[in-house]
Every structure is written in C-alpha cells, then in structure tokens.
C-alpha cells in the first residue's frame, strides 16, 4: 500500500506538477483506484476536478464525466491535453457538429480517451447510450452532482435520470461531487445515485481569506458599488444581478465611469459570452456584471470581490457565487446588497410554480432572509447552514464581527420559545411559533385551534423582532434543531430540553433592520468628508473673481458645487466636470482653471490622498432629456408646450432648465419672456438679482412676493444667470 501511496505522488508531480496533496485528495483518489464508490463534498478552490482527473490517467478504459456546464467541460479538455500525452480529453455535447462528434466515438473505441465529458441531456440520448455500451468504462464522476436535488440550489430534473441511464450503460463506480450541499441535500444525491453506502469525504466549509459584509440596498447602491470597485483599482470582480435587463443596464453605468466592465448572461450569443469569458481571463476586462449562469465553469483564482446586486434565491447559491473570490488563499471581499422589496419580488416569482416547489423556494429564501438580517457572525451563521460548527466567537472577518452588537440576555425568551415548541407538537416552523407567541389569530392558527391553548400568547408583551434571532440563535446554539426530512420543522434537542429543566443564561444580539429608509453608517462617513480648511479658501477666491468680474458670487459657482469641490477635490478641468453644477459653459471660463490649480496646490501641499472621481456619471436618459430641452428653446417653442411635450409638470421643466444654465450652458428664453410678461416686471426682478448677494428663492419671494409670482421670478432668474454666468 506504502507503495501504491508513493506512486500516487509522482503521479500527481509527473501529470499535475503538484508536490502534494491537498485536504482529503489523496485519500479520495485512493478510494476511486479501489474501485468504491465515493461522494466528496469540497467548496469551491478545494481542488474537486483533480479527485477524478487523476484516477482517470491511472486506470484503464474511460471515465464517465457528467457535468451541465459546456464552459467548464472546454476548459478542463484543453488543461488536461496539455497535460498528459498518454490520455486524451474530450466532450460530449450539442456545442459538437457531427464530424466532432465521429472524432471523439473513434478516439474512445480506440481506447485513447481516458476523459469523457458528456452532459446529462446527451448522456440520455439512445445513440449515445448504444456507443458507450460498448465502451470500457473505468467509472462515473457525477460533478455539481447538488443538481439531482430539489433542495440544491441549481436543480435540474435530467439528473434524475443518471442512475437509470448508468444501469444501461454498464454499472461502474461512482464519484459523486459537489461544492455545497446541506445534510438533506447529500442524502438525496446518495439516494437517487444508489451510492448509500459510499465512502463520504467532507472537507470543511471555512474559507477564512473570504471577508463577508451585507449593506443596505438604497436608493445609492449604483454610487455604493462604483465608489467601492473605485476603492480597489485594477481587481477582478465579479457583480450577480438576478435580471438580465439589470445586467446590462449596470454594465453601462459602470463604463459610463470608467470602469472596465462587461455584462454575461445567456441571452448573449455564444461567440460573445465565450469572447467576455476570456478577456476576464486575460484581465482585459476588471468587471463582469452577470446573471449567476457566469463563473461556473471559470477557473481565475485572483478574483478579489463578488457583489451581490439582488440577494440570492438561496443560502447555497450564495456560497458558491461567493466562493469564486480569493481561490488563491488571497483576499475575498463578498458585499451582498440587502432589501426587503427584493424578497418580496422572489416570492412573487414563485406564484404560479406547483405547490411542493413554491414551499422549498420559500423557505430557501427566508434561510437566506435569516442571514441578511443576522447581527451573528456570518461565518458561524453560514457553516452552520452546511452542518459544520464553527466554535470561534469572533471570526475578524465579517462585518458583523468586526462591528459588534451589544448582547442582551434572553433566557426568559427561549424558555417560551422551547414550551411553544413542545406545546405544539414539535410539528411546525419558525414563522408559526412566532405567531403563537405573540398570540394572533392566524387562518392557520384558528384551523388547529391553537388560539385556545394556554401557551397561546405568552410573548405578546415583548417586542416582536426579538423572536425570531432567539430562534435562530437557539438553533446555531443546538437548543433547537430543524427537521431535514419534513424541512424547517422545529425540534428540542436533548440540550433544549436540559435547558428547560435548569435554564441558564441565554445571550443573543439583536437582528439589523433594514427598511427602506435605513442610512448605512458609510453614506455619513462620505457626505460628511467636506474639507472646512479648503471650503473657505475657494470661497475665498469666488470672492475675488465675483469682484474682478462684477457679478454675484453665486453666478460664479453655486454652494453646492463649492461643497463638493471641497470634498472630491478635482484637479484638473476634466475632474471639474463631474462637480454637480458644473458643465462645459462652466469649465470654458477663464476663471474655472483658477478654481482646480488652488485644488490641486492644497492637495500638494496638504498630503491629501484623493479618492478619483466619485461621482456617479448616470447613462445618457438624463442627459437626452437636457438635449430635448436645448433644442427645443433652441426652435423658440414655448416652455409650457416643452414640459407637455416631455411628460414634466412645468415645475420640473424649470428645475430641468435651471441645472441647465446653472452648469454653464448659455439660453435664450427672452421669446417666451415676451409673451407671458410685462417688460417692467421683468426688469424690475433682473435688477433685485443684480443687486442681490443671493440666488435664493424664498429672498426673492419676501423681497418681490407681492408683486411677481414664483414662476415669473424663476423666469427671470434664468434669464440672469444665464447671461451673466455664461
């Protein structure tokens, strides 16, 4: 044995160039020449594919690979071919014409290939199975083999049909792996693969290089993730959105600001997808935005992040899109973007789906649910999802870890949690035992007459969102459990039930609320980053030049724009473009270089490390908009046939109008001046704003309110800064 185990390693130096194992490899491997059934459980990185490459070299006839994924099945071909004279790799799917297709028969009758990548859907093809009937097979490797249940987070039903197919074919060993799988899931692969009593090799689920956080979605979140990619020049990263549409749109807005990004999905033609696959590869693209049908077959270990746009329909989804990140061992940052709306529109989807399914899709999400809104390490919170405890108080990697909640005791709230429990039956989920504490009248609960328990309300008077992270953490603890045949099903433990006769203290951390309305701690930290030292001194030099030039201060540049000078700090006209308020007209004044040079002195001088342009440049709509209106004042047409035209009431034309002439554009409104008021009126109100330190409205109005109404002030404030200002 000594012996085999010696070759083992030259085999894996001579074909792999690796000097050792990694994890369980060797043992699996060993297992697969012995001719045993296995099922492996790796995560992503751990080195799965080499637990049947390698066994396939060294035994003879040709392993059985399955796999849905055509990108990775091209990709694993063309390593192995470089890798080894002795066997040939080949695949098996409808990417394939029929002279391929002849190739690859002949190549197996001959008994070249020692790799066969078939997809399930070819694999149950009668000319296929009649084939490879008369082929030597070594074993079948079943891989992403979660898809054979509905529980996995990518179900398809043709793996159901592998294990009739493989009785055909000629019965072999099997591999079955996967790199995520819950105790209900690896039951029902072993199951419906007949591989009961396989040998099972289950490598941790700790990847501890992965750092994970999950934000607020607001109204921001664009801005939130181009100032995050900006954060990290250069890095790999990949962004899932659940739609295509949204794909595509962010990819744009992402170029839109300079970033190199591509969107992937697979509604684009192959040639395309293939073609942005590789430029990621080649790191000629830093960013690609996709749909999740990206990254399975994709082998770059140097992705540094993955953002989640929309939460993931389930907690395993999330691991394996998550686990792309830092397969180096190198840093991993995965930001997931977290709304309620979002789980509302998942659950709308399921609506019109057969009802066995709606339920497991239901309570995937509210496990995913779980986990958002957790205030728990997210380690902890995760491994224990996959049956893995994980003992560590803080894990220093998560946001939760290193931003703490304060603890509060709740051993009172689990005692009524475990008597609910067991009043009930032990027969029904989380969402109906909080129901019962608080005592409402459910349709459900008034089926099984519960409402006349005397349990029934036992926690009404306490705060409703305490119930369900002393749920939660009663199961992480191992007071509770959750059936995984009759899933989401609460049981006692033996431990619940030993806390019931001698309760103890019982700490847990408040869950995160995040409605809609929550300001993440980060968006203050960016609003509140003026520089005070370098807001006086431009305004200081606007000063000077409203005095060299004779015009307000506030037609040289607007407070706004002063602000956020003095917090992006642009140093050069291009930069001064970004600043709100500020457009070609602005940047072509003599007097807007003086602005960026005293900038970039004080930056000089002060050490200042700026962040690049952090200002979100929106996709044209907005700007077509401003185009619209230019060329329509441009034609004379009157301004309230504009606003009719554009589907804008005429307020909004004018807010449209002012942002307009504002950052520099130069219009001429006298036309419709003429038409709908008196020449003194107007020159009555263009005086007061000559005359004026201010532009503000509300000035105005208590200087001229009784005279002039808002419009017409508004009216004629355009006009002045538009001739003075450009």
Not at 168 to 186: F, N, S
Not at 427 to 444: A, C, K, L, P
Not at 568 to 575: A, G, H, Q, R
Request: glycine share 6%; proline share 3%; net charge negative.
């Amino acid at each position: 044995m000594a012996n085999q185990k010696h070759n083992l390693q030259e085999a894996l130096k001579k074909y792999f160039g690796f000097d050792k194992f990694k994890g369980d490899q060797e043992a699996i491997v060993q297992n697969v020449l012995d001719g045993k059934d296995t099922f492996v459980l790796m995560p992503t990185g751990g080195g799965k594919s080499l637990c049947y490459q390698l066994p396939s070299l060294l035994m003879e006839g040709t392993a059985i690979v399955i796999s849905p994924l055509i990108a990775l099945m091209k990709n694993q071909v063309d390593v192995i071919s470089s890798m080894s004279e002795e066997g040939t790799a080949h695949y098996l799917n409808s990417s394939l014409n029929k002279s391929a297709i002849d190739q690859v028969r002949a190549d197996v009758r001959a008994g070249k290939t020692k790799l066969l990548y078939v997809a399930p859907e070819s694999l149950t093809k009668e000319e296929n199975v009649e084939f490879l009937r008369q082929a030597k097979i070594s074993f079948y490797a079943v891989d992403e083999a979660h898809c054979i249940s509905e529980w996995g987070h990518d179900f398809r039903p043709e793996y159901r049909r592998i294990r009739p197919i493989i009785n055909e074919i000629g019965k072999a060993p099997i591999i079955a792996l996967t790199a995520t799988a819950t105790d209900k899931v690896r039951t029902d692969i072993k199951k419906n693969l007949g591989i009961l009593d396989a040998m099972e090799f289950k490598s941790s689920f700790n990847r501890p290089n992965l750092y994970y956080e999950v934000r607020p979605k607001t109204k921001d979140v664009d801005k939130d993730i181009i100032r995050f990619i900006k954060q990290h020049p250069g890095k790999s990263g990949i962004i899932y959105c659940l739609s295509r549409k949204k794909v595509e749109e962010l990819a744009e807005i992402l170029k839109a600001n300079d970033i190199k990004a591509a969107a992937y999905h697979a509604g684009l033609e192959s040639t395309l997808r293939s073609q942005t696959q590789d430029a990621f590869l080649m790191e000629e693209i830093d960013v690609i935005v996709a749909t999740i049908a990206f990254g399975m077959g994709i082998d770059k270990p140097d992705v540094r992040f993955v953002v989640h746009y929309d939460i993931p329909k389930s907690l395993e989804g999330y691991y394996q899109e998550t686990g792309r990140a830092g397969r180096d061992g190198g840093e991993g940052l995965c930001i997931s973007f977290y709304s309620n709306k979002d789980l509302q529109k998942l659950d709308k989807f399921m609506e019109g789906k057969p009802v066995s399914e709606q339920d497991i899709g239901r309570q995937l999400l509210a496990e995913t649910a779980a986990y958002a809104e957790t205030s728990v390490c997210r380690r902890k919170m995760l491994l224990h999802y996959f049956g893995e405890e994980y003992t560590q108080e803080n894990c220093h990697n998560c946001d939760n870890c290193l931003h703490p909640k304060e603890k509060i005791e709740a051993s009172e709230l689990l005692v009524i949690v475990l008597k609910t429990v067991i009043a009930l039956k032990e027969n029904f989920r989380s969402d109906y035992v909080v129901d019962f504490i608080m005592g409402r009248e459910t349709e459900e609960i008034i089926a099984h007459k519960h409402q006349e328990h005397e349990l029934f309300g036992a926690g009404e008077d306490e705060d409703e969102k305490h119930w369900n992270p002393v749920i939660r953490q009663a199961l992480i603890a191992g007071y509770l459990k959750k059936d995984v045949e009759n899933y989401g099903l609460l049981k006692l433990t033996s431990d619940g039930k030993k806390f019931l006769k001698k309760p103890e203290s019982f700490m847990i951390v408040e869950d995160h609320e995040y409605g809609d309305d929550y300001e993440s701690p980060e968006h203050e930290a960016v609003t509140s980053a003026l520089d005070p030292t370098l807001s006086a001194m431009l305004k200081d030099l606007r000063r000077v030049v409203s005095k060299r030039l004779g015009r307000p201060p506030y037609v040289i540049f607007q407070d706004v724009s002063i602000e956020q000078m003095a917090t992006d700090y642009p140093v050069s006209l291009e930069e001064l473009k970004n600043i709100q308020g500020v457009g070609e007209g602005k940047v072509r004044q003599p007097y807007a270089k003086e602005f960026v040079d005293l900038i970039k002195r004080y930056c000089e001088e002060n050490d200042i490390v700026r962040q690049a342009d952090l200002r979100v440049r929106t996709v044209a709509k907005k700007s077509m908009l401003k185009v619209k209106i230019i060329q329509a004042i441009d034609r004379q047409i009157a301004l309230d046939d504009i606003a009719t035209a554009q589907g804008l009431e005429f307020e909004e034309l004018l807010d449209e109008v002012e942002a307009i002439v504002y950052s520099g554009t130069k219009l001429n409104i006298d036309y419709f001046l003429d038409e709908v008021m008196d020449e003194d009126h107007v020159d009555d109100i263009y005086d007061y704003f000559a005359d004026s330190d201010t532009d503000s409205l509300e000035d105005a109005l208590k200087e001229l309110g009784s005279e002039c109404s808002e419009d017409e002030i508004r009216l004629v404030r355009i006009k002045f800064i538009s001739e003075m200002a450009n």
